[in-house]
């Protein structure tokens, strides 16, 4: 994902492209300005990484994408999540990705990121800076100022919100499935 999305992948550097609006290796691709002949010996190793591991296809000398993969990874590069489900064309990507062991698949209830989130607002077991409500309210003495009380119920609504928002989203990803599979 950092060599098709970073602008600082050694992919992204080609002072004799003129138009400073292609700031990735994906989008330079995207726009018809790259070939082949302009891959340097420093950036070759990449991007033979990137054609073997079918991301990227010369023809011609001309290179292009492999769209699906490319889009399934920028999904992942924006959110460091993506759904299967709501991506079923992409279902035969998922499935490779996971076969070479690129990307987990997993079928918990909050994805990576929003399990670290938890983890920051709740415990103290991952980050260093973090607010452990949980550990403050369970094992501590609570604060004595109102206005941190006030402080801490706000943020135990945004976790009831986030709780709520992933279960009601887990039922109408149920309807959806079940909708489609009677449509068929």
């Known amino acids: ?48 990484f990137l054609v073997e ?40 990507v ?13 079928s918990s209830l909050f994805s990576i990121p929003e399990q670290d989130y938890l983890e920051y607002l709740l415990s103290n077991k991952k980050f260093g800076n973090n607010l452990e409500l949980r550990n403050r309210y369970i094992h501590d003495t609570p604060p004595l100022l109102d206005a941190e009380h006030q402080r801490d119920y706000i943020q135990f609504l945004k976790i009831m919100v986030l709780i709520i928002i992933k279960i009601n ?3 109408c990803l149920r309807d959806m499935l079940i909708n489609q599979g009677n449509a068929s």
């Open 53 to 92: 591991s079918d991301y990227v296809a010369v023809d011609d000398g001309r290179i292009s994408l492999n769209r699906k993969r490319v889009d399934l990874l920028k999904e992942l590069f924006d959110h460091q999540v993506a759904c299967s489900n709501y991506m079923k064309s992409y279902s035969a």
């Open 94 to 106: 998922f499935d490779s990705l996971e076969a070479n062991e690129d990307i987990l698949i997993d």
């Open 1 to 48: 994902m950092f060599l098709l999305f970073s602008d600082q992948s050694n992919l992204s550097l080609f002072p004799e492209i003129e138009n400073s609006s292609h700031d990735n290796f994906v989008s330079l691709c995207e726009s018809g300005l790259l070939s082949v002949d302009a891959i340097k010996s420093f950036q070759k190793q990449h991007f033979d």
């Open 169 to 171: 989203e887990e039922f």
